[in-house]
């Protein structure tokens, strides 16, 4: 197994065989999406989105009165499905153009630097009031997902995605479709959120809280269906 800056990649090796791979990550754009979300406590309850974070955000709602409140609400909610989409293409390796034949928007690997780009956030000039919320909240958001995310980082903490589960799912898959443990991939983007919440956002792509990656029950659930989904394909 190898840790990446923010993640760790586990892998599998057998003597003459391909290998079954797993990433997850506790990534810093998807956590800034979220504090501005909840420092501005925007009602956007809608289904698929995560819960709150699971840990105290400074009140900042005093930023926008009611009404923009709910205009900023539904950017960020539109804003939230862009990131995850493109996340999602970037992850399985299928990066896409600017447009897709159906007219929706696609962005490639570097998602990141086209949807979350301060300080100017010039990816949001569309969405004027989520811009202004976004340059305000910036920073703090950065004070606040450093030592959020820290005890969750290898080598302190194991039991996140716990090899051995992984392991175990990846053979499982394998087995069950017949295929070779190298056709085996996928990946998981763990939320620092409240309870035992996940969401599969494409084939062999998940989100999942915290507690659902360290709980024995669910995280095999999930390790299954993001297995079973990118065989699927």
Not at 66 to 71: D, G, I, K, L
Not at 213 to 231: G, K, N, Q
Request: net charge negative; with cysteine.
């Amino acid at each position: 197994m190898s840790a990446r800056d923010l993640g760790r990649v586990a892998q599998m090796h057998t003597a003459g065989t391909a290998s079954w791979r797993f990433a997850h990550d506790i990534d810093e754009r998807l956590h800034v999406a979220l504090y501005i979300r909840d420092a501005l406590d925007l009602p956007t309850a809608a289904e698929g989105t995560p819960p709150r974070l699971a840990s105290e955000i400074p009140d900042r709602s005093g930023l926008l009165g009611p009404e923009a409140a709910r205009a900023v609400a539904a950017q960020w909610l539109s804003w939230w499905r862009d990131i995850v989409t493109a996340m999602a293409s970037a992850q399985r390796g299928r990066p896409l153009d600017a447009a897709d034949v159906d007219g929706r928007p696609r962005y490639s690997a570097d998602w990141h630097r086209q949807m979350i780009d301060p300080p100017d956030w010039n990816s949001l000039a569309d969405r004027p009031g989520l811009r202004g919320a976004a340059k305000a909240l910036w920073t703090d958001s950065l004070h606040w997902f450093e030592p959020a995310r820290r005890p969750y980082l290898p080598p302190s903490c194991t039991d996140v995605f716990r090899w051995e589960w992984v392991r175990d799912c990846a053979e499982g898959a394998a087995a069950r479709h017949h295929v070779s443990p190298g056709a085996i991939d996928g990946c998981a983007e763990v939320l620092l959120v409240e309870g035992l919440w996940w969401q599969l956002v494409a084939p062999g792509v998940a989100l999942c809280s915290i507690a659902a990656a360290r709980d024995a029950a669910i995280a095999p659930a999930i390790l299954d269906e993001i297995f079973d989904s990118y065989l699927a394909g």
